[in-house]
């Protein structure tokens, strides 16, 4: 095929469907690196020319016999580009792209997309607000954290996703039990304050180093929330042009231009402060959000990430110029919960508001759009409501053994 360019994605998760299917459409050849424990799993098979399987997930990978097998694979087969799919298949595409030098995000780039010590490093060298941190590096630097820095404070895994393995103390003594509980992994965890307050989220897609599409969008009950206490997931886009979509969005350039991200998707959260009201940046990811924000996304602005972003790789290994389609300024939510019911009956959820209802085993979900933001709003809190009472079911968190 004229013009055909080989993509090799990874994907430790089973996602990305619309990003495999648009490259493909885009005539272009795609392989696809995966876990052999998703090898059932309804891959789009007839748009991805062969899947690889690797032994374990994620963590269990072995990153050499990754590298072996890639390089085998290039002695018959040019690859164009590598693209992860997920935030922790970041380090695996950094780690072929450097060793095989094939263009890209490299190593050092890649940490301050996984990294949350690095991001919170990079964030203060380019001037961005974030909340007061510290390594756990060294035991007179956290001492003196904490004798300066008003408790309660947060113990956060540095490369894990989303609100995983995040330790909420009170006080010094029982800091440094955690602490030592941790033994040599301790370095792998950085201390920060606690800030109370509305957690936001910036769903973008960057193009020649510019941001060219990103939509603000509020969590009603926050991932940290969620992960540690159960609950109804519930995120909705905010009005559009209002006092906190501007700041939020003008933080997020200052971010992905800081950071050196020149293409792709980025999900990057923000946090308002209670307190004084300021605009704090948590963490960033290059990838799409996960927990079907895609789907809310695309149903408020007529933007679908996975399959621009695949676009946007398209067209950049291809040379040729990128067009976003035209974006809508309409309202989506979303509300999803852990379900007691492996296909939970959701039929009395009947408003013509519902666009998309989450298709996994064992979730309560869907997404409602509106023109007007105050209905979504409304939805959501009655959905969440009868969710919470009907379908939810309560697993308690595990605690992260392996960490990356």
Same mark, same amino acid.
């Given at each position: ?61 072995? &990153? $050499?016999?990754?590298?072996? =097998? ?5 002695? %018959?087969?040019?690859? *164009?580009?590598? /693209? ?106 950085? &201390? $920060?304050?606690?800030?109370? =307050? ?5 769903? %973008?897609?960057?193009? *020649?180093?510019? /941001? ?193």
């Amino acid at each position: 095929m004229e013009n055909s360019k080989t993509f090799l994605c990874i994907s430790n998760y089973f996602k990305g469907a619309d990003f495999l299917i648009n490259l493909k459409k885009l005539g272009n050849k795609v392989y696809l690196v995966t876990s052999e424990k998703l090898r059932d799993k309804p891959w789009p098979h007839q748009y991805i020319d062969e899947i690889f399987y690797m032994e374990g997930q994620d963590v269990d990978w072995n &990153l $050499e016999h990754l590298l072996l =097998g890639v390089g085998n694979f290039m002695k %018959s087969t040019k690859i *164009d580009a590598i /693209v992860a799919l997920d935030d922790y298949d970041v380090e695996k595409a950094t780690y072929l792209r450097e060793n095989l030098r094939i263009d890209g995000m490299g190593q050092t780039t890649g940490r301050y997309f996984r990294d949350k010590l690095a991001m919170r490093m990079r964030a203060k060298s380019c001037g961005i607000s974030i909340p007061a941190f510290c390594s756990l590096f060294n035991d007179h630097d956290i001492n003196s954290f904490v004798n300066t820095i008003p408790a309660p404070w947060v113990l956060k895994p540095r490369s894990e996703a989303s609100a995983t393995g995040i330790i909420k103390v009170n006080d010094k003594e029982s800091l440094w039990i955690h602490i030592n509980e941790m033994g040599n992994n301790r370095f792998k965890y950085l &201390l $920060e304050q606690f800030k109370p =307050g509305d957690v936001y989220h910036c769903d %973008s897609l960057i193009s *020649d180093s510019k /941001v060219i599409f990103c939509l603000t969008s509020k969590y009603l009950a926050t991932p940290m929330e969620i992960s540690q206490g159960g609950g109804v997931f519930r995120s909705a886009n905010i009005p559009y042009d209002s006092e906190d979509d501007k700041a939020i969005k003008k933080i997020n350039q200052q971010v992905l231009k800081g950071f050196g991200l020149k293409h792709g998707a980025a999900h990057t959260e923000f946090i308002k402060c209670k307190e004084d009201g300021q605009i704090y940046f948590l963490e960033t990811s290059s990838r799409v959000g996960g927990a079907h924000l895609a789907e809310m996304v695309a149903e408020a602005s007529n933007i679908n990430l996975w399959k621009e972003w695949a676009a946007i790789e398209n067209a950049l290994v291809k040379e040729t110029k990128y067009a976003l389609p035209k974006v809508k300024k309409a309202y989506a939510g979303i509300v999803l919960t852990l379900s007691k019911f492996q296909h939970p009956d959701l039929s009395s959820f009947s408003d013509s508001e519902v666009c998309f209802r989450v298709p996994l085993e064992y979730h309560a979900g869907m997404i409602v759009k509106s023109k007007k933001q105050v209905k979504i709003l409304e939805l959501l809190e009655d959905y969440g409501n009868r969710l919470a009472a009907d379908f939810t079911a309560v697993v308690e968190q595990k605690s992260v053994l392996k960490l990356h």
